[in-house]
Structures are given as C-alpha cells and as structure tokens.
C-alpha cells in the first residue's frame, strides 16, 4: 500500500514472467509472434492486449486469461497469479 492508501498496481512483475516464457520457447520453427497468437487464442482475446500485458500497460488480466497464458507457456498458474499479486493485483482464493 502507498502512504495515500491507494495499491500501487505496475504489471512488470507479470510482464517480466511472461516475456521470460515466450522466450523460453521461441524457435525457429516457432516465433515470438506465433507465441502471443497461441496465448490470445488460449485466452479469448487478441494478439495486441496480449502485447499490452506483456508490455505492462493492461494489468491485473482476468484469472481466466491466466490460465489460457500458463497453458500456452507451460507456466504453472500459481507462478503467474504470485507474479500478479507481487504487482498489486487481487485473485483472492481459487
């Protein structure tokens, strides 16, 4: 919490683990951009608010989109929703 009770909320913490997965699993067979193509597919959303998650400027995504991201990624859930919470945001319980 900031000292004006307001939850400072950044999304580079998200970001960071997710442009670490794509990375991890850029081939040449298989590039960046097919990646987020894969990751909007697997969330129900288009390939540019990927791009806006992973450059941190949309934050705290839906847990649903979470998911269709750790799957994609092969990121377990729980890194991601840590990752999220570690940036300000709120999942609660599962």
């Known amino acids: 919490m900031a000292g004006n009770g307001f939850c400072i909320i950044d999304g580079t913490r998200l970001a960071a683990l997710l442009n670490d997965g794509i990375d991890a699993l850029v ?8 990646i987020i193509q894969e990751m ?12 806006q998650i ?9 847990r649903s989109r979470l998911e269709g991201f750790a799957t994609v990624l092969d990121v377990s859930i729980s890194a991601m929703i840590t990752a999220a919470e570690d940036d300000g945001c709120d999942y609660g319980s599962p």
């Open 54 to 62: 992973l450059n941190a400027t949309i934050n705290c995504p839906p």
């Open 40 to 51: 909007a597919d697997a969330a129900n959303i288009s390939p540019g608010t990927v791009n």
């Open 27 to 34: 081939t040449d067979q298989r590039s960046r951009a097919d």
